[in-house]
Each structure stands twice: as C-alpha cells, then as structure tokens.
C-alpha cells in the first residue's frame, strides 16, 4: 500500500521563510533551508517551496535557496511563485526542482499546463489551486497569491486542467490556511472525486485528527503542511503515530540496516 | 573515488542525480557522446518523461548502441525511472516503440493493469524481495533491508519476461509493481534513489562500491 504523503510547504519571501494568518500578515520565521534541514532529518515525504512575492517582482526567486537544498536534502522538492513560461520551468529544474508549482500563468494562459506537460512530463507539472469558498458545495480559484479572484470554478478548473496534462493538484483552502482549524473537507471531496491524478491537501491543519478526518472519510492521500510544523505545534513523528495509531500509513521511515541474507 | 559517468540527452533532472552521487563520495561525469560513454567505468541512464521521445534522443546521437555496447563490458549499469524502463525491449506508451533490449521485458500502463488507480503513481512505497532465488546480495540493494520504503513517480510499469530478473517489487493499491530489476551486470529502479532519503542514498553508495 502506498503511504499517504506529508509534505511541507515553505512560503519563501526574499531570504525569509514566511507565515501568513488571516487578517494578521506576515510572521519572519528564518531562514528556509534550516527548517527544511530539520524536516529531512525528520523523515518529511517532500518540500514545496512557494516564492510569495514573486508575482510582485515579475520572476521567481528561489532558485539559490533550491540549489542549496539540493546540496543535502535528498527527497522531491517542488518550486512556486511566479514561473510564468516554459523558460521559467525549465530554469527551475535545472536548479533543482523536480516539480513545479503554477496558479497564476496556468489561470491566464491554460494552454502553459499542456506545454509544460509535452517538453519536461505530467509528473513535474503540479496546478496550485487556491480555493475561496463561495457558498454550499461552490469555491471559486483565486490568483496572484490570493490576492484576485479568477472567476473559474474550483472543481470545472481541476478538471480542466487535468485533462490539459497536470499530473498532481496542490489544493489550498484559502479560508482554513493559517488558521489550524481544520481542513475544508468538502472541497476536497469535491475536487478529489473529480479528477483521477492525485491531489496534494493543504490549508488548515491544527491537529492530527484533521488529518484522519480526510484520510477516512475523503481518500484523499497527500497533504500540505506549513504553520503547524513551522510553529512546532506537531512533529512530522506525532503525524506518523496518529495516522498509524488509526489505520493509515503516513509518511516513510528510514531504517537502514543490513537485510538478513 | 568512485567514478560514475551520467547519461546526460536531455531527459532527467540531472543536477539531482549529480548531488546524489558527489554526496557517497563519486566523482561524477556527464556523458552525452558515444565516445565518452565507451569510456565509463560506470554507468547510469536518468530519465523523466516520455519512453518514445527519450529513445529517440538516445538514437539520434548513437548513444542507444553506445550503451548497449558498452553493457557487454560486464561493468556496472543502472536505469533510473523511465531509465530502468528504456532497458527492457519495448514499451506502449504513445505507440509501440523499442528499448534498449537490455532486459527482456515490455513496459505497460499502469491504468491498463486497474482502471481505478490515481495515475501518476506518487509516493513513497515499501520493497518487497521477488520471493524467489534472486537475492540482493552483489546488487546494489545489498544494504537495503526488506520494507525499506523509496519515492515513486510513474505511470508505466516495466515486465520482464523472466520472473528471475525482478529483483524486487512494491504493492500499489493491490497493483503489483515492478520496482528494481536486474540481468546480470546491467541493473534497473523503478524509484528514485537520489530522491529517497538515506535509504536511496545506501543504494547509491552501494553501486558505486560494487564492480
């Protein structure tokens, strides 16, 4: 059985990992390859690092703090921000990444997601869907980091870009993110249900019974986690335990000796 | 030090692999011409993306005879991902389309096998021996022990028509999955092994230890 993933997302502004709540704007938390250090030693499944203020500038700039990350973290790492352009991707890959992250370019000019998906494979090329709720059952996608509202539908969006050639959906409730309240269940039901290629949740995490909640009730098997790990209110270890101590999988450990021959 | 030389015709995250390999202490070398590959004390095909469009990179510099010349040096050689897969003899991904004819076997979808499953298959999964004979001692998984788990991310699965080649295998959903193969001097991973954390990095360091 596969394991579910744990991932953790680092929001990177200029040389700071960063974390943002609503309506409290940004905490500096320090620099971003010593906490991803630190979930490496852990056992973390992959990194994510999503440049925040990327779209301000016009470019992406993680493309040192990735190289140096690759020096000695050895697991998927996955880049956002900003990348606007095959060219954009493939400098990104070359640095290091095995995966890019696209929200914006891919809302403005889908025809990005099938490029991408030709020239470097499906598997590299992850949509970053941020989901604002509009009503029962409704989320509409928002862009430039949160900051416009796009006018597409959540789950028509998740489909079509599925079929453009996304291999993976980060999905993010942007009314749960920071909060530690929980996961918005429903919406990833939804966007879970309507697409076959795997779906990254994140947004939300407080405890490790939100976890559960979606691995019983949702299937859905990866998930994004930032402030509760930056903020040491769980362990990547705490994670693992509680999942198992309920049923589920999470994570891998790294045990390496000698098999017995 | 260990030298490895790297297949390098535009198909993989090269810089990845690079780290890996300087990181158990190899001196690393990008190949990219047939000369250079006739050359190498070790070799390692990466490879990301598509079966047919890597074969034809391979093909219009002559490196698919190159390697495969290369491979009856008895030295040591090891497909990574769609690298494991280009060494069996044909795959169905977008057509029908030839390998190197290394290991036989063909490479299927993984939709085909069950229809159900989330494609691409994503994640860290743990490696079970192939039951038989074929042990991994004199592998590269020869300090791996059974269970330990390594990072996926494919869509096809490589068959080899000689169950003596599996080397071992990873459970999907149910899906049995080819995760390592092996004939002789020329060795295949379905994972990534410079994706996979101290477990992978052993692998790594336990190839270039082997001759």
């Avoid at chain 1, 490496?40 to 779209?55: F, K, L, M, Q």
Wanted: net charge negative; glycine share 10%.
């Amino acid at each position: 059985m596969a394991s579910n993933r744990i991932i953790a997302r680092l929001d990177v502004k200029g040389p700071n990992l960063v974390k943002g709540v609503q309506f409290e704007g940004l905490r500096k938390l320090g620099e971003p390859n010593k906490f991803a250090r630190k979930y490496y030693a852990e056992g973390i499944d992959e990194i994510i690092y999503i440049d925040i203020v990327a779209s301000l500038f016009g470019r992406n700039n993680l493309y040192s703090i990735v190289e140096d990350a690759t020096r000695d973290i050895f697991v998927p790492i996955t880049v956002g921000g900003g990348l606007r352009t095959v060219s954009d991707v493939a400098v990104a890959l070359r640095s290091g990444a095995d995966k890019v992250a696209i929200n914006t370019a891919a809302l403005l000019e889908p025809d990005l997601i099938g490029q991408v998906a030709n020239q470097f494979g499906s598997q590299c090329m992850v949509l970053s869907l941020q989901a604002i709720r509009q009503g029962p059952g409704r989320w509409e996608a928002l862009y430039n980091n949160g900051r416009e509202r796009s006018g597409r539908d959540v789950v028509q969006w998740a489909c079509e870009a599925a079929e453009r050639g996304v291999g993976e959906i980060l999905l993010t409730s942007v009314d749960n993110e920071g909060t530690g309240k929980g996961f918005d269940v429903e919406l990833i039901s939804a966007v879970n249900d309507a697409v076959s290629i795997p779906v990254v949740c994140g947004g939300g995490l407080g405890s490790s019974n939100h976890m559960i909640e979606v691995l019983r009730g949702v299937g859905c098997s990866a998930f994004s986690v930032a402030s509760a790990l930056h903020y040491e209110t769980l362990s990547i270890a705490q994670l693992r335990d509680a999942a198992l101590a309920s049923g589920f999988e999470l994570g891998h450990t790294s045990d390496i000796c000698v098999s017995p021959e | 030090m260990s030298k490895v030389s790297i297949v390098d015709y535009g198909a993989g995250n090269l810089l990845s692999i690079r780290r890996a390999f300087e990181h158990c202490g190899a001196q690393v070398a990008f190949v990219s011409t047939s000369e250079a590959i006739e050359k190498a004390e070790r070799l390692v095909l990466p490879g990301v993306g598509a079966f047919a469009h890597a074969k034809c990179q391979l093909a219009k510099r002559g490196l698919d005879t190159a390697i495969v010349d290369w491979s009856s040096k008895n030295r040591p050689l090891l497909g990574i991902c769609l690298g494991m897969q280009l060494l069996v003899d044909c795959s169905e991904e977008f057509g029908n389309h030839n390998g190197l004819g290394l290991i036989p076997g063909r490479v299927v979808e993984i939709r085909k096998l069950d229809q159900s499953q989330r494609i691409p298959h994503i994640g860290w999964s743990a490696l079970e021996g192939s039951g038989h004979e074929q042990s991994w001692f004199g592998t590269p998984l020869a300090n791996t022990s059974e269970g330990a788990s390594v990072y996926f991310v494919h869509s096809f699965v490589a068959f080899t028509d000689d169950n003596a080649h599996i080397l071992a295998t990873t459970d999907y959903n149910g899906i049995s999955i080819t995760a390592a193969i092996r004939k002789s001097n020329v060795f295949g991973f379905q994972f990534h092994p410079e994706k996979s954390g101290p477990v992978g990095l052993e692998m790594i360091r336990t190839f270039l230890a082997g001759e």
